[in-house]
């Protein structure tokens, strides 16, 4: 696979967490941890994802600031992704919570050490989706779960489409997940994070993929 061909791999891996952001309670995705979007500056969470058909993969999400989007607050939540060929890609969306939904307003990428970019507006994901698990899930009650994080108190939730189930507890930021399963994956905090700051360094840049075209060749 060329160089080119594994960027836009990555990109379009970007823009699918993205759309699915605000969707932490659809059970389909494996990418996110889904839950209760709660976020709390400087607070985040490791998660480790078992998927049936590869390897075990951790993954940080951190909320790293607030802003303000037409009147409603906006959250910036920050990822990695490791192991490309153009080193560590850095990702935040800017989530704005609205009367109970959330949508992604803007992304912005760093891919190894290029400058980050911003993506194209018309390309950010405007689906709206429930804060609250409660209107997609029965819930089961109040269960104690033990992760690699420790010992919470959480709710559990099950999705009335038979998707999967989720452990909520409100000690959890963003997501509130603790543990979650379903048919071909299964994710567990590994550990919260508090302190959380931006990785991502410099002024974003218009996204221009020609910049990454004849680098390191490829074939």
């Known amino acids: 696979m060329n160089r080119w061909k594994h960027i836009l791999i990555v990109i379009s891996f970007v823009f699918a967490v993205a759309a699915v952001a605000g969707a932490q309670m659809g059970m389909r995705q494996t990418s996110l941890p889904r839950g209760i979007f709660r976020p709390v500056v400087g607070q985040g969470a490791v998660y480790a994802t078992t998927n049936a058909s590869g390897p075990k993969n ?36 800017e989530m704005v919570v609205d009367s109970g939904v959330t949508y992604t307003a803007r992304t912005i990428v760093q891919m190894g050490n290029n400058p980050p970019m911003e993506m194209p507006a018309a390309m950010a994901s405007k689906a709206q989706t429930p804060v609250e698990i409660k209107d997609k899930a029965d819930d089961l009650g109040g269960e104690s779960v033990t992760v690699p994080a420790g010992t919470f108190s959480c709710e559990h939730y099950r999705m009335k489409d038979g998707t999967g189930e989720a452990w909520i507890s409100e000690k959890v930021t963003p997501f509130g997940l603790v543990k979650s399963q379903d048919k071909d994956s299964s994710t567990v905090l590994v550990k919260t994070v508090s302190g959380a700051t931006d990785k991502i360094t410099g002024t974003p840049v218009p996204f221009n993929p020609m910049m990454f075209m004849g680098r390191g060749g490829g074939r």
């Open 58 to 93: 951790n993954m940080e999400f951190d909320v790293v600031g607030k802003d303000s989007v037409n009147g409603k607050d906006a959250y910036w939540l920050e990822f990695t992704i490791t192991g490309t060929e153009m080193g560590d890609v850095l990702s935040k969306i």
